[in-house]
């Protein structure tokens, strides 16, 4: 993993980090939004705009790519390199929590 990647995903924003997670089955963009309110139980909305703006960025970086197109919907999937980046930002996530419940590193 290139150090571009690792300063761009590493930490992710939750837009990334719920895109990503989504992505691990195939899924369109209105899809992982629908996916990210139900995992949040409405607390997380992603817009539209920061939807379609990230899955573009993402493709362009690697982390995700385009599989197919269904109903005029483009069909993303999390690609090796993003698998990675995902693990690096939920060990991160495990050591502050670790940290915030009293445990040490």
Do not use: W
Not at 23 to 49: M, W
Not at 67 to 74: H, L, Q, V
Request: charged share 30%; hydrophobic share 35%; aromatic share 8%.
């Amino acid at each position: 993993m290139d150090q571009h990647i690792k300063k761009v995903y590493v930490p992710m924003t939750e837009t990334a980090f719920y895109i990503l997670l989504c992505l691990r089955e195939p899924n369109h963009g209105y899809g992982i939004v629908q996916t990210v309110e139900k995992l949040t139980d409405g607390a997380i909305k992603l817009a539209p705009g920061t939807m379609y703006g990230s899955l573009s960025k993402m493709e362009k970086d690697g982390v995700i790519r385009f599989i197919r197109e269904e109903d005029k919907r483009k069909i993303y999937k999390i690609t090796d390199l993003g698998e990675e980046v995902l693990a690096l930002e939920i060990k991160r996530i495990e050591r502050l929590y670790k940290i915030a419940m009293g445990g040490s590193e």
